[in-house]
C-alpha cells in the first residue's frame, strides 16, 4: 500500500526552514548615549565608599586584608595607579556616561558585536555576539577583559573573563584576576538595567551581585577623557602609601558613624541575608538623625552634608 | 519640508491647507535645543574615594603662593607653599576637579599662574605628611578672583 505524507507536511517543514533563517524578534538594539542614574548606591558610586565599609560584599579574609591594608594615597603618590582604568566590570557601575553601538556584517546583515565607550579614561569594550568561544586561560589579560554575549529573551547576557586586577569596592577591597563578570541587560523604553554578578575565587565566597541603571541621553557628548600623569602628592620614589596589617587607624569610623556593630561592617556572606538584621538587632544603634550623605540622588546633590 | 517640531504644531487653515506657527516652532526647537546641552552636562568618573582620601568633615585653610598649577585629567593640583599650622613653610597638594569639570566653571589653564598668592580651604588629608588638601575654595586676593564648589 502506498502512503502519502499528509499535505501539510511540506509546507509546515518550509515554513519552518523559513522561520529558522529569520533573525530572532526578540533581540534588541542597545545602541545610543546613556547617562548613569545614581539613586542605587550613590553615596558609593559617586564620592565613594568609606573607608572600612565592606558591607554588602560576599569577601573572605584575604579580601578584607587587602582592604584593611589600603591606603587611598596610593592612587596620586604611584604614578601607575593614577591613569589606571576602572575595570570592565567596575566601570560598569555607572561611573561616566556611556555609549553603545551595534557591529552588523555587511553581507549577512547579522549582529556581530556590541561596543561600549566609557567617558572614564577612554575605555572601550567589544562584547562580541557571533559565538566565538573565550581565549585559553594563559592568555593576556586587559582591564576591559574579553566579552561573549548570548540572548536570553529580550536580555543580553555577557559573559566577560581575562580581567586584568582591579577593585570591587574604591576602598581597598580588591577584584582578582581569575574573575568571571556576568551582566544581564535589559532594556525598557529609554532605560537600561544592568545586573551584575562577579564569580571571584581569590576574594569572594558568593556570587557579588549589584546593579545600575540608565537613562537615553540623545544629546550626551562624551568627549575625550586624556589622562595625564603628574607628581600629584610628591613622596621618595618608590613609596607605595599602605597601612601595615592591624596598623589602620580608621576601620571603626564607618561603624561609629552609622550605629553599627563593629563586625557587620566587615562585609561576608553571612550580612548579606536578611536573618544577619535580626542577629544584629541589639547592637544596631542608628543616630537620631541623618548626618552623613543624606540625600544623594545625583552627581550634583550627592556630599556628605547634603540634605 | 516638515521636521519633527512642526508635526505636532500643524494646524489647518480655513481652506483646509495646512499651516505652521513658526513662533511656536521656534520655541519648540529653542526648548529641546537647551535640553540636549543641558544633558551633555553630566558626566562624572568618580576616580577615587575621596572618603578614604580625606577628612570630609574636617575643614582646613592656607594662605600662600602658587608653585604650580596642573590643569589635567584626571584631577588637577595646585601646589601652594605655605606654612603649617606650626609655621613652617610646606609644599601644599590640593586636588581639585578634572580638566572638564573646571572648564565647565569658567577655569581654564590661565586662570593661575605660578607665583600668585591664594588662599584655599578644603578637606584635610588623611595622612599629615603629605599636606593634601581637597579643595573646597580658592580665592586670588589681587583681583577677588576665586572658585567655590566640590571636587568630583
Known sequence: MTRHLPRWRPAYSLLLAALASLPAFAQLDFTGEWAPLYHEDGPERLPGPELGDYTELPINAAARMAGDTYDADRISVVPEYQCRPHGGDYSMRGLGNLRIWREIDQASEKLVAFHTHLLAWDSERTVWMDGRPHPPDWAPHTWQGFSTGVWEGNMLTITTTHLKTNYMRRNGIPRSDKAVFTEHWTRHGDYLTVVTVIEDPVYLTEPLVRSDNWFLDPGQNIGVFGCEYAPEVPRPEGTVPNHLSGRNPFLHEFANWYGLPYEATRGGAETLYPEYQKKIANEYHPPDHCERYCKCTSLFDCNLNSK | ?152
Open chain 2, 1 to 152: 519640508m516638515q521636521d519633527f517640531a512642526g508635526r505636532y504644531i500643524m494646524k489647518l487653515n480655513r481652506k483646509g491647507n495646512v499651516k505652521r506657527n513658526p513662533m511656536k516652532r521656534t520655541l519648540l526647537f529653542l526648548v529641546v535645543a537647551a535640553a540636549s546641552v543641558l544633558s551633555t552636562q553630566v558626566k562624572v568618573y568618580a576616580h577615587h574615594s575621596f572618603a578614604a582620601t580625606y577628612f570630609e568633615d574636617q575643614e582646613v585653610k592656607i594662605e600662600g603662593k602658587l608653585v604650580q598649577f596642573l590643569y589635567r585629567n584626571p584631577h588637577s593640583f595646585v601646589h601652594v607653599e605655605a606654612p603649617d599650622d606650626k609655621g613652617m613653610m610646606q609644599t601644599w597638594a590640593v586636588e581639585w576637579g578634572a580638566g572638564g569639570q573646571l572648564s565647565r566653571d569658567g577655569v581654564t589653564r590661565e586662570s593661575l599662574k605660578p607665583g600668585d598668592m591664594v588662599v584655599v580651604t578644603g578637606n584635610p588629608g588623611r595622612n599629615p605628611d603629605d599636606h593634601r588638601i581637597r579643595m573646597r575654595s580658592i580665592t586670588r586676593p589681587s583681583d577677588g578672583w576665586n572658585w567655590k564648589g566640590v571636587v568630583q
